[in-house]
């Protein structure tokens, strides 16, 4: 089953800060976070496997609740470059196999 | 570049053909992915593969198949198109298959059935 994300999409000015939110009815064994630029293809950015497991890339860092089966995405001081399509990814199931939401577009202005 | 390889890049067909997408993983990976991506599903999981066997599938339509060839590369073959098969194909590819296993996307195959 599709993981749902919120917001759909996301206008910021460069130096915002913003927090994309996944959400799974199932069991989440991990999370996978992947960032699409336009007109190329999803790039990897994070997984969390543990319950309250928070990483860092740069100035992008998640967080996963194993209880709510939530995780976020916090992406702090945005850049231009941080302009793109976030998807999150869940593992579950017994074959493991990676769902995808639907994704959020997040545009970053000068 | 990702390693991951996908051809043709475009193909441009028309309703009721028949259309074969190459991938080829990267070295080292084992397990093959599909995708389709259109505007409004996102990345909708269709099917992977691990060392030749069919691991996990998705909401892959009958009229689609794949396989996983014995040198790892995989096909997935679309027949009796419709417009509505007008997608990005994506194929990706991992190590193995555990949780934490990360995926490495090819560039992707723009279908577009007319």
């Known amino acids: 089953q599709q993981p749902v994300q919120s917001p759909q999409a996301v206008i910021l000015r460069e130096g915002e800060d913003a927090v994309i939110n996944c959400s799974s009815s199932?069991?989440?064994?991990?999370v996978h976070w992947y960032r699409q630029k336009h007109g190329e293809a999803p790039v990897f950015l994070m997984i969390l496997l543990k319950g309250g497991e928070q990483k860092g890339h740069e100035k992008i860092s998640a967080s996963f609740n194993e209880k709510k089966q939530q995780s976020s995405l916090y992406l702090t001081a945005s850049q231009l470059s941080y302009s793109g399509t976030y998807f999150c990814g869940r593992r579950g199931g017994s074959n493991y196999k990676l769902t995808f939401g639907k994704g959020t577009l997040l545009t970053v202005n000068p | 570049d990702s390693g991951v390889t996908q051809t043709p890049k475009h193909l441009i067909t028309a309703t009721g053909q028949r259309v074969t997408l190459r991938c080829s993983p990267r070295s080292g990976d084992l397990s093959v992915y599909w995708y389709q991506q259109s505007l409004d599903q996102g990345l909708q999981f269709l099917i992977q593969y691990y060392n030749g066997e069919e691991r996990a599938k998705g909401n892959i339509l009958e009229r689609f198949s794949a396989q996983q060839f014995p040198d790892l590369h995989s096909e997935l073959n679309l027949s009796s198109l419709e417009l509505g098969d007008s997608a990005l194909y994506f194929c990706?590819?991992?190590?193995?298959?555990?949780?934490?296993?990360?995926?490495?996307f090819g560039s992707g195959t723009q279908l577009s059935v007319l």
């Open positions: 199932k069991a989440l064994y991990s």
């Open positions: 990706a590819s991992s190590v193995g298959v555990e949780a934490n296993e990360k995926l490495f």
